[in-house]
């Protein structure tokens, strides 16, 4: 399977700053990458999916990038509500499979 | 307006079987793939298992293969979820996620969770 690897485990950015969330593959899983924000009691929320498109709703501070094995989440101007949780996700094979996840929090 | 709501969580002891449920609706549920995620207590998603629209297509985490079974009833727009021989890392909340369009899309759409709890 598809090992997601996410980095840092915590991060700690002052409200108004960039925030910078990494996710790596085992293997290829191009252009089939989502990231997820999950906020305490409650369910995942799809942010970024086709690694770069934002899902409805999702303002536009928030930009994924990458390709191949290397994936980013980019917030900039960091609001109070982006404090949450980030999962990555690859949807190119089977099975499925989350990074472990990056806890953004407010520094 | 997209509402799946899953159901048939509680606490079951070791050893046991049961079958969850998720209730959807505002969109044509058999158009739709759909899958099942969980996280254990303050851990990560882990995700489980999907079917296809019809049904003929099914998928499973290695962890679970043998043990879970996926179904789906379009005439009643649910999603299930059979777990058998039940195990205390069984516990944790599971989520029924609908798909886009296709069994290969992202999971667009999450219900809240129903929550098991395996312990004697």
């Known amino acids: 399977e598809i090992v997601m690897t996410q980095s840092p485990a915590t991060l700690s950015v002052s409200p108004g700053e960039r925030a910078t969330l990494s996710c790596r593959a085992s293997?290829?899983?191009?252009?089939?990458l989502a990231w997820y924000q999950q906020k305490p009691g409650q369910a995942p929320r799809l942010v970024i999916y086709g690694t770069s498109t934002r899902a409805t709703g999702i303002p536009a501070r928030f930009s994924g990038s990458g390709s191949g094995t290397e994936f980013t989440l980019t917030i900039t101007s960091l609001q109070s509500e982006d404090f949450a949780v980030y999962y990555c996700?690859?949807?190119?094979?089977?099975?499925?499979?989350f990074g472990q996840g990056t806890k953004l929090e407010i520094k | 307006e997209v509402q799946l709501l899953e159901s048939g969580g509680g606490l079951l002891q070791p050893g046991g079987s049961l079958r969850l449920s998720c209730a959807a609706s505002?969109?044509?549920?058999?158009?739709?793939?759909m899958s099942w995620v969980r996280q254990a207590p303050d851990k990560g998603l882990e995700w489980l298992s999907a079917?296809?629209?019809?049904?003929?297509?099914?998928y499973y985490a290695d962890s679970v293969e043998g043990r879970f079974t996926i179904s789906r009833d379009n005439s009643k727009n649910t999603l299930y979820l059979q777990i058998s021989s039940l195990r205390a890392e069984d516990t944790a909340i599971y989520y029924c996620?609908?798909?886009?369009?296709?069994?290969?899309?992202?999971?667009?759409?999450w219900g809240q969770g129903t929550l098991v709890t395996v312990s004697s």
């Open positions: 996700q690859q949807y190119n094979d089977w099975p499925r499979t």
């Open positions: 505002g969109f044509t549920f058999s158009s739709y793939a």
């Open positions: 293997q290829t899983v191009t252009p089939n």
């Open positions: 079917i296809s629209g019809s049904g003929v297509a099914t």
């Open positions: 996620a609908r798909h886009g369009p296709l069994l290969s899309s992202v999971t667009t759409n």
